[in-house]
């Protein structure tokens, strides 16, 4: 097929692939790896979300999830952990 694999169901294709978002952030204050298992716990809390990875020494944070995310319910789940995301 040309076009490639036509989608088959929410997020899927007939290749068997699943479609994700993947969206890098960065986080002030953490200091620990407590503050990385605080970030982890509340953004994996938000909807969608099926992975997420922390660098404490650069503060960098990649999600992934099933759809784009809301920036706002993100920002509010790294508050809700106690640090700040910043643009």
Do not use: F
Request: net charge negative; charged share 25%.
């Amino acid at each position: 097929d040309p076009g490639g694999p036509e989608p088959v169901g929410e997020g899927r294709t007939s290749e068997g692939w699943q479609l994700s978002n993947t969206e890098t952030v960065n986080v002030t204050g953490m200091t620990c790896g407590h503050c990385v298992a605080a970030v982890t716990e509340e953004i994996s809390k938000l909807d969608g979300v099926t992975d997420v990875a922390v660098d404490l020494e650069s503060g960098r944070v990649v999600v992934t999830s099933d759809a784009a995310l809301d920036r706002g319910l993100l920002t509010a789940a790294v508050d809700e952990a106690g640090y700040v995301l910043v643009d």
